[in-house]
């Protein structure tokens, strides 16, 4: 597949529409945002489990430079009927309604909090590859995007990990989704070919290096409309930290993935309700699958990696509740193909995207069969590409 990043032609062409919006190429910076996926450990992030997540070639691309003024004029080649999008650095913390600026707004404002001096406006162009509300994170790729752009514009002297933290702070302080750091910490540390093990708790983490052999990872896409604000992701935030709650009347525990599965299923009756165990048994059991799993995926046990990723959704539908009619028709058809080793929802659900393991010269057919079943039950298709591991947000050298 060719990125954009790897297309010189695409950023020739990027550079033109900055010309025609904008005026003049001086200056001007290039930069570019994965998108991300989730091998597996799906909502332990704001549980303090582990996660397992890839940043992807599949992203954002940025086209900026300063101003000399305090004005911001921002620009989307995806929502090209919106014009240009302006504002005075001293109104930056009015939200604007629905509209994808926030995200960058956001990032200033958490900036300029930790004390990060953005004094100066500045023109941005952005061209998004992820499909919006795709579960591949286009806002936390947005959010670090804006945040290398800003890093190298003023010259902040800020640590990628911080920079990570401040992505994560914006999607909820200024954008009101009450996510973890996975997202954030997956495309501001992604590395081409590896993947990330990351302890939420710790924040430590160690690069796995994706060897799959004659396996590929192949995203498929819904294309169900989602807004996490509008979905229950806040709810299940909230549902989490109550269970939480009650099992600390008697457990000297900071979070969810401090418990093993026997731990927790000798204090349910802590809880006291069933929907409330539900989830919590999902954040549970999935922070053991991930740590299994991650075992699993060196030493290079696909089979085993692949039937965690099925345990996984079967978990996350029965007990987070979180798939939904599409995402269950994707991952249980895939699950049920020749050459596919495990599929799974990957993202918060409620659409979005499945990922499936399958072996390369299955996928024609997988697509075919699954393509034709997703279309048949839902009515409209399904999307399927090749995930490609790719490198974190940074600045990019352009000539």
Known sequence: MATIVENSKVLSKLTGKFIDVFGGKEGLKYFFSPGRINLIGEHTDYNGGYVFPASI??????????????????????????????????????????????????????????????????????????????????????????????????????????????????????????????????????????????????????????????????IMNTNKPRAL???????????????????????????LGELSNEEFDANIDLIGDNTLVKRARHAVYENTRCKIAQKAFVAGNLKEFGKLLNASHASLKDDYAVTGLELDTLAETAQKQDGCLGARMTGAGFGGCGIALVKHDAIPDFIKKVGDKYEEVVGYPASFYVAQIGSGATKLDVE
């Open 229 to 255: 604000t509008e979905s229950k992701y806040n709810e299940r935030f909230a549902e989490t930290r109550e269970a939480l709650r009650r099992l600390q009347t008697k457990l000297s525990i900071q979070s």
């Open 57 to 218: 070639t599949i992203g954002t691309t940025g086209l900026a430079r300063l101003r000399h003024d305090t004005k911001v004029r921002l620009y989307s080649l995806n929502f090209e009927k919106d014009g240009i999008f302006e504002f005075d650095l001293a109104t930056v913390r009015e939200k604007t309604d629905g509209e994808w600026i926030n995200y960058v707004k956001g990032m200033i404002v958490a900036l300029q909090e930790a004390g990060y001096q953005i004094d100066k406006g500045f023109e941005l162009l952005v061209s998004g590859e992820i499909p919006t509300a795709s579960g591949l994170s286009s806002s936390a790729s947005l959010e670090l995007l804006a945040g290398v752009v800003l890093e190298n514009l003023f010259g902040l002297n800020i640590s990628r990990l911080e920079l990570v933290k401040l992505g994560q702070k914006t999607e909820n302080d200024y954008i009101g989704v009450n996510s973890g750091i996975l997202d954030q910490f997956a495309i501001g540390f992604g590395e081409i070919g590896k993947a990330i093990l990351l302890d939420c708790n710790t924040l430590e983490y160690e690069m796995v290096p994706a060897e799959l052999g004659d396996v590929e990872i192949v």
